[in-house]
């Protein structure tokens, strides 16, 4: 992985693993999961089909990961640190090109949170943690409903943390396998290219 573009957020140093393609048409900004990082199988393969498709991708690193810590910073800390990066992002390496965000179970929360302050055009989500395993009444649909843009969610069949209903702007993939979504990499691929096709013509 080439070296990061270091961004001073107001809550740390974050990271970006910028990939760009060749004579791109759209940027597609990715967070973590809440305990792991950017190498995560999924958000490789995604990274792979987006350049692919001409859009460029950058892995965001919150500053907590960065900084050593395994605990996710607070919600209103992530999403701080989150639009600064894409605010940076969007002012350099992937100026003018239409900005889709996403990311992994956390990083999908605050993709979804922060999607108007960062002027995307549409969503992606990889395995969304709709409640916590077992905690069906710990709803984080609000979250994912507040999003008025083009949205699609790749998600496990057995995923514990539970599946979003598709809705007026939003698109469920379901893929063999759990909240990893190692099982069938190929199928979460599939879904994103078909989908990025659109959102990013």
């Known amino acids: 992985m080439s070296a990061p573009v270091r961004i001073d957020t107001p809550h740390g140093l974050a990271h970006a693993h910028v990939h760009l393609a060749d004579s791109p048409r759209a940027a597609l900004v990715l967070g973590h999961g809440a ?3 950017v190498g995560a199988r999924d958000l490789v393969a995604v990274t792979e089909v987006a350049l692919a498709e001409a859009v460029s991708v950058a892995l965001v690193e919150q500053p907590y990961l ?36 996403g990311g992994r179970s956390l990083g999908a929360r605050v993709a979804c949170r922060t999607a108007a302050a960062t002027q995307a055009i549409a969503v992606l ?19 994912i409903d507040a999003v008025t843009l083009p949205t699609l969610v790749v998600q496990g069949e ?15 993939a379901q893929v063999a396998g759990d909240h990893g979504l190692k ?16 959102v990013a013509a």
């Open 125 to 143: 989500c990889l395995a969304f943690p709709v409640h916590p395993p077992g905690r069906p009444e710990k709803s984080r649909l609000e979250e």
């Open 35 to 37: 305990g792991g990082g």
């Open 158 to 172: 057995s995923d514990p943390f539970g599946v979003p209903p598709p809705g007026p702007n939003r698109e469920v």
């Open 66 to 101: 960065v900084a050593g810590r395994r605990a996710p910073a607070p919600p209103g800390q992530l999403d701080t640190a989150w639009t600064a990066v894409v605010e940076q992002l969007r002012g350099a390496e992937l100026e003018g090109l239409p900005l889709i965000v």
């Open 183 to 198: 099982k069938d990499l190929d199928a979460v691929g599939a879904a994103v290219e078909a989908w990025l096709r659109r």
